[in-house]
């Protein structure tokens, strides 16, 4: 797996993932803040298959 994912794509992924689970935590949007586990876990690995099927990459190219 390649990095497709980059610093700032990263960041909001993880922030927004968290906020989603604090959110289904405390029940103020049930169960669908549950999805925030997606955001959350691509943020952490760096790679979001969605991207790759779409042929999108957020990262600097590397020499």
Same mark, same amino acid.
Not at 22 to 36: K, N, Q, R
Not at 40 to 60: D, K, M
């Given at each position: 797996? $390649?990095? $497709?994912? !980059?610093?700032?794509?990263?960041? /909001?992924?993880?922030?927004?993932?968290? @906020? &989603?689970?604090?959110? @289904?935590?405390?029940?103020? /949007?049930? @169960?669908? !803040?549950?999805? !925030?586990?997606?955001? &959350?876990?691509? !943020?952490? /690995?760096?790679?979001?298959? @969605?991207?790759?099927? &779409?042929? &999108? $990459?957020?990262?600097?190219?590397?020499?």
């Amino acid at each position: 797996m $390649n990095c $497709n994912v !980059g610093k700032i794509d990263k960041t /909001i992924r993880i922030v927004v993932g968290i @906020a &989603l689970i604090v959110l @289904a935590l405390t029940d103020v /949007i049930g @169960a669908w !803040g549950w999805v !925030g586990i997606l955001p &959350l876990a691509t !943020g952490f /690995i760096s790679f979001c298959p @969605a991207y790759r099927l &779409l042929g &999108l $990459n957020t990262c600097r190219r590397q020499s």
